[in-house]
């Protein structure tokens, strides 16, 4: 238990130093684009962690609580999405609110589905 704790806890940092960087790196106009970019990336990488572990029996392996709920928790941030959903409907830019949840939704999804079959074709 405490040993997952630790590799949640250390990968955590990492995935929000991470975050933290592209918030600095990636402009933030009327868009949310570094949110959106983190979550896409972060849904990329899941995929591709998960069906990896899968593929070799390591599911539940040290890897698992250090990149998949450690880094890509980290990473990724739905109280970020949200509150900047609550910004945009705030300041009655209804258009980008739905265009932000139309599009980090599906293409989260979709890039966590592209990971995820991009690696079982790379190991298989």
Known sequence: MMREFLLVFIGGGLGSAIRFLFNRLIPQGTFP???????????????????????????????????????????????????????????NDLLNSILYILISVSFCIVLAYAGFTLINKILN
């Open 33 to 91: 684009y570094s949110t959106l970019t983190v979550n896409m990336l972060g849904s990329f990488l899941i995929g591709m962690i998960i069906g990896y572990l899968i593929s070799n029996n390591m599911l539940k392996s040290d890897y698992y609580y250090f990149l998949v709920i450690g880094i890509c928790g980290g990473l990724t941030t739905f109280s970020a999405f949200s509150l900047e959903n609550l910004n945009l409907i705030k300041s």
